[in-house]
């Protein structure tokens, strides 16, 4: 008997550990993105997370999981769920125990699988979204297709059991693609050459005719200008006017040129740091000079440079990363692996350039008229008589660093012990008889010259700028002018020479003015200067005189970024709960830990660009590749466009969107148009959008791709597109925005004397991208159709469907315009009634009526010309002058009645 107890225990014991073995090893694990995050993001984070951490208890990251909470003990004990405080309070019947809580209990199923991720340890894994893509082998190829994409959107129907739609017919496709590559319908011609085509590539050589055409540019260059935030006015209160269309016309030259997508990054975040920065490359930097400027009087300059640079930040992270930093202005992310400190260092790469909430937008890039350019010239060949070639080639520089930008300014909210002197409307620094104000801790060494744009309707008085204290040296003096009439004067005064940094006091003095009260003079700004190269040699003092009539000569200026130098640069600290004033830790330039390491990149704006375009970002191409997908599907392979995080939308083609983003990334080098390319010679996207039975029941949303994208026209396409039918469009590229007709009493802003004046000519009927945009009150007939406010960065807009867009496409005068250009071509097209609105029908939609719409066409043709040719007083309100004054009026207003009506069917403004 104990022989046999003995060899019973090996035995049972062996037993044992086969069934334990067997048991764990049929348990599926536990996938944390899958199966806990969710739970934790909808169900826990809110009172665990970013924002809060009650009973000490974060669910942060794994690390924060695991520690002590203020009990002294760990919620969750790795491989130990029975003994994990967590599911303790998740099983409790006591309700101020029970988590969540006060909220309705987790599932019995949520419950299992919180203890078996627990029992395996408790894995943490990274976002999805935050892991490097990497490049996987493509699904076979079919009978159907062997495009890249198309192979993949085949291999995720096989769970569905889908099948392709049949191809769209040529008029369909032609019409689409057209619409998506250069946001214009094709003209009859276009059509009649792609229908009597039947060469095996004539589908292909519609598209590279497309991506040559300049107006693919101004296509994308729409979609763009969403992200940017473009504006022609400054926002807030007074909203007005911003001289930045240079901007809009860099964006679409470079979609044109089809510019790597790395150098447009580079260009716009930091092109003023690229060694010997282009023309364009500067004007590139205005991506984030779209931010809004406060000119009420009254305002902290400070606060609201912060808040723009604030909006730089959480821009930047949502266009290249797809990711909502905004939220971590005040308090680590509830939702994804960003602290709070790690916003403060991203804003650390945005906060030393020299813009400021001033009035003038400063810093500029200044452009001269040509005879401005030819005296500059003239100064840089005289400095190249008088110098070596490289003391010339330096001073050639920095005259052109000088007349450029004029930078670094210093402006009035850098005063302070401001005595008898007041910031004039918060902007100019004015000063009456014996009133001062000190600057503070000013580099003298070197500073032969200040530079002072001032203005003043005193004839007489000085301003004098004393070092030290107020009755210290005088070492410079300047002697008042009245201005009155030419605005801010730029002058020059001599410095006495000086080393080390001291606080200077600028004392205002005019004893003989009437009115004490009166200011002697006002500053809008100060700059130290250097002296100007070669102010040894003959011929200097007419030069300098050149360089300060250029100054002060008519420009054009565009707001651009520029980097503080050192002696100005800014220290950076972590706002406390996102308010400016109270600064927290200082930080440094950095980028969040759970990405990719920063080190190897400088601590500026060109290294945080590179390290977005690097091979190791896992972000740039993913949501760029997405946006692109997305503005030809109708839908992004992610949804959330905006949100690549772990509350955003999960990819429906996964492996696609991987594939695309190294592809772009590495064979097609960033370039666009080989993105679009390959995209629309994909047989997914030559698909027939007609829908049956059986895929609305699959996938409602289309989002499986089995059918071809059938989604409404964007406002700008809506708008060219009618205007294109009833040929009027212009062709017109670039330049300053133009005001088309609107309705009247649309602009009616406080305190701002800008006024809708409609242009005229061309220029009423230019594309929308060119239409002024005003942030406080934008185009009407363009927001009705959802066009973005432009206040902010939008990445996805939405497309809503109203009363209000019948309306405008019904009473709108553009569209009434384009309605009637239409109708004057139906006239000519044919003779009969019947005929010229099938003509007109095939113009505007490239297919044939059938019986019961021409039917209706006819019958609302009848009844206005009836109603027309009766009601004359009527017919003279809606023609212009010279139209219902021709014998065939009648019929040209019923048969602009019936052109606008074919314009307003949803087969006009949609993409079939």
Request: some cysteine; glycine content about 6%; proline content about 6%.
């Amino acid at each position: 008997m104990k022989f046999f107890k003995i060899l019973l225990i090996p035995i049972v014991a062996l037993i044992v550990g086969w069934i334990s073995r067997h048991w764990f090893r049929s348990e599926e694990p536990v996938d944390f993105n899958t199966d806990i995050r969710p739970i934790l993001n909808t169900k826990c984070i809110s009172c665990h997370g970013g924002v809060k951490e009650s009973a000490g208890f974060s669910l942060f990251s794994r690390e924060d999981a695991l520690r002590k909470t203020k009990s002294g003990k760990p919620a969750i004990i790795p491989g130990n769920a029975a003994d994990s405080e967590l599911i303790r309070r998740l099983l409790s019947e006591d309700e101020d125990e029970r988590m969540p809580y006060h909220a309705a209990p987790l599932s019995n199923p949520e419950i299992a699988k919180m203890k078996q991720w627990i029992n395996q340890g408790a894995p943490w894994a990274d976002h999805w979204a935050y892991v490097k893509p990497e490049k996987k082998a493509l699904p076979p190829a079919t009978n159907w297709s062997d495009h890249p994409v198309d192979r993949f959107i085949q291999a995720r129907w096989q769970a569905d059991t889908l099948q392709p739609s049949s191809p769209a017919d040529k008029a369909t496709l032609l019409r689409r693609l057209s619409l998506d590559l250069i946001g214009l319908p094709p003209t009859s011609a276009e059509m009649q050459a792609f229908l009597a085509d039947k060469s095996p590539k004539t589908y292909e050589k519609q598209v590279d005719r497309l991506l040559a055409s300049p107006h693919f540019g101004e296509r994308w260059a729409s979609m763009w200008l969403d992200l940017a935030r473009y504006s022609d006015t400054k926002g807030y209160e007074k909203d007005d006017y911003r001289n930045i269309w240079g901007f809009r016309d860099y964006v679409i030259r470079s979609f044109n040129q089809d510019k790597p997508f790395d150098q447009f990054t580079l260009e716009q975040l930091a092109g003023d740091l690229l060694p010997e920065p282009t023309e364009e490359q500067i004007i590139a930097t205005a991506y984030h000079r779209n931010t809004a400027n406060n000119d009420e009087g009254g305002t902290d300059d400070e606060e609201f440079r912060t808040t723009a640079v604030l909006d730089r930040v959480s821009n930047t992270w949502e266009v290249w990363q797809g990711t909502t930093m905004a939220c971590v202005q005040c308090h680590s992310h509830p939702y994804d692996p960003i602290r709070h400190q790690e916003f403060y260092e991203s804003m650390a790469f945005f906060n030393n350039t020299r813009d400021e909430d001033v009035p003038g937008e400063y810093p500029n890039l200044n452009k001269y008229q040509p005879e401005a350019e030819l005296k500059i010239k003239q100064v840089k060949a005289w400095l190249h008589q008088q110098l070596p070639a490289p003391e010339a080639a330096a001073g050639s520089k920095t005259i052109e660093h000088l007349l450029q930008f004029t930078e670094p300014k210093i402006h009035p909210h850098a005063f302070d012990q401001l005595t008898n002197a007041a910031l004039s409307d918060g902007k100019y620094l004015g000063g009456g008889h014996a009133g001062y104000a000190r600057l503070k801790n000013v580099n003298l060494t070197g500073k032969a010259n200040l530079l002072l744009s001032i203005r003043s309707n005193q004839k007489e008085g000085t301003l004098e700028i004393r070092q030290d204290k107020l009755d210290g040296e005088v070492i410079g003096v300047y002697q008042n002018k009245k201005t009155i009439g030419r605005g801010n004067q730029r002058v020059l005064v001599k410095l006495k020479p000086g080393t080390g940094i001291h606080d200077l006091y600028f004392v205002f003095k005019n004893a003989a003015q009437p009115n004490p009260q009166d200011y002697v003079c006002q500053l809008e700004y100060v700059l130290f200067l250097e002296d100007l190269p070669g102010s040894s040699k003959p011929g200097y003092l007419e030069n300098e005189q050149t360089l300060l009539a250029l100054l002060n000569a008519e420009m054009e200026q565009i707001p651009v970024m520029r980097e503080n130098p050192s002696e100005l640069s800014r220290k950076n600290w972590v706002f406390v709960r996102g308010n400016w004033l109270t600064k927290g830790p200082e930080v440094q330039p950095n980028t969040p830990r759970f990405l990719p390491d920063f080190k190897n990149f400088k601590k500026n704006r060109l290294g945080l660009a590179q390290w977005l375009v690097s091979p190791e970002n896992p972000l740039t191409a993913r949501v760029t590749v997405n946006r692109f997908w997305e503005q030809l599907f109708g839908t992004g392979l992610v949804e959330s466009l905006e949100d690549f995080g772990s509350q955003g939308s999960k990819p429906s083609h996964p492996e696609l969107l991987d594939w695309l983003a190294i592809h772009f990334q590495r064979e097609q080098n960033w370039q666009i148009k080989k993105l679009l390319r390959l995209l629309v010679l994909s047989k997914t996207y030559q698909q027939s959008s007609r829908v049956n039975a059986r895929l609305l029941a699959k996938d409602p949303a289309n989002r499986l791709l089995a059918r071809g994208p059938r989604v409404r026209l964007s406002a700008e396409q809506i708008r060219d597109q009618a205007l294109a039918t009833g040929s009027l469009l212009s062709s017109k590229m670039y330049g300053a925005s133009v005001m088309p007709p609107q309705p009247p009493g649309v602009w009616q802003v406080v305190y701002s004397g800008m006024q809708w004046e409609t242009s005229e000519g061309e220029d009423a009927y230019r594309r929308a991208l060119y239409t002024f945009w005003r942030r406080s009150s934008p185009y009407p007939s363009l927001l009705t159709f959802d066009a973005a406010g432009r206040e902010v960065c939008v990445s996805r807009r939405i497309r809503t469907n109203t009363p209000l867009q019948a309306l405008v496409t019904l009473n709108d005068t553009v569209y009434l315009t384009a309605a009637r250009g239409l109708a004057q071509q139906m006239q000519n097209m044919s003779a009969t009634p019947q005929n010229q609105i099938k003509a007109g029908y095939y113009r505007a939609l490239f297919k044939q009526p059938n019986f019961a719409t021409l039917h209706v066409l006819t019958r609302l043709y009848q009844q206005s010309e009836q109603h027309f040719t009766q009601k004359t007083q009527e017919l003279q309100k809606f023609l212009p002058a010279i139209d219902h004054q021709l014998k065939n009026a009648p019929q040209l207003a019923a048969l602009t009645v019936v052109a606008n009506a074919i314009m307003n069917l949803d087969e006009f403004i949609t993409k079939e």
